[in-house]
């Protein structure tokens, strides 16, 4: 019973072109949302995120949107460059009051090709 | 520079031998967790503490235990490891509230 969910298990873009990673959530308790990039041999980073009070949040190149009626979001990176070439997870949280619990989708792989 | 530390990055034991994955962070940060990642599977938490208050998940198997003697070191303890544990197992930590920083992993083969 998967919460998140990354249905393309791997994208392909060309440099310069505007990449587009979708995720889907079920729980309606979700309040946050973030987006973590991984390299191979390396522990995810953290990328971006947004409140469920927003439903745009943008930090150069990278803009995460959030249609909750939907219960979808995406990660836009304008211009793709050959260093995005990652893996990026999508993750949900609810606040718990002691630490914000992170569920998790499965991935997408990107690759910017030249 | 590295701020979230596992250690070892490679962990092999035999099965039902018990076996301890390490974090230390530099970060002061008052959250702690353990995720468990299977090949192409998301990352599943298994534990987190607040501070010292330990908070285990619903499904977390017996199996896994943790502690955390200080703010800059946490352990998974695997009592007794079957095949089915043999996974990395990543470590992370935050401030209340804040996206967390991972460290880069233990990868655990069990022969």
């Not at chain 1, 308790?29 to 943008?58: H, R, V």
């Not at chain 1, 190149?61 to 070439?85: E, Y």
């Not at chain 2, 979230?4 to 974090?23: A, D, E, M």
């Amino acid at each position: 019973d998967q919460q998140v969910k990354q249905n393309s298990p791997s994208l392909s873009v060309q440099e310069g072109r505007i990449s587009i990673l979708n995720c889907d959530y079920t729980n309606s308790m979700f309040d946050y949302f973030l987006w973590y990039k991984k390299y191979p041999a390396e522990g995810p980073t953290f990328l971006i995120s947004i409140s469920s009070i927003k439903d745009k949040n943008e930090d150069g190149r990278f803009t995460v949107f959030l249609n909750k009626s939907a219960k979808h979001l995406s990660l836009h990176i304008v211009p793709s460059q050959p260093g995005d070439s990652a893996v990026y997870f999508c993750a949900a949280s609810a606040n718990t009051g002691t630490a914000s619990k992170l569920t998790f989708g499965t991935g997408t792989r990107l690759q910017v090709t030249l | 520079d590295a701020m979230v530390i596992q250690n070892p990055r490679y962990q092999v034991t035999q099965f039902g031998k018990p076996v301890t994955l390490s974090c230390s962070q530099t970060l002061n940060h008052n959250v702690m967790y353990w995720y468990q990642q299977k090949s192409s599977q998301a990352p599943k938490l298994l534990f987190h503490y607040y501070d010292k208050d330990f908070n285990n998940e619903a499904d977390t198997p017996d199996n896994f235990q943790s502690r955390r003697p200080n703010t800059s070191f946490c352990f998974l303890d695997i009592r007794s490891p079957g095949l089915g544990d043999a996974a990395m197992y990543l470590c992370a930590t935050s401030p209340f509230n804040q996206p967390q920083h991972f460290g880069d992993g233990t990868r655990l083969s069990i022969l």
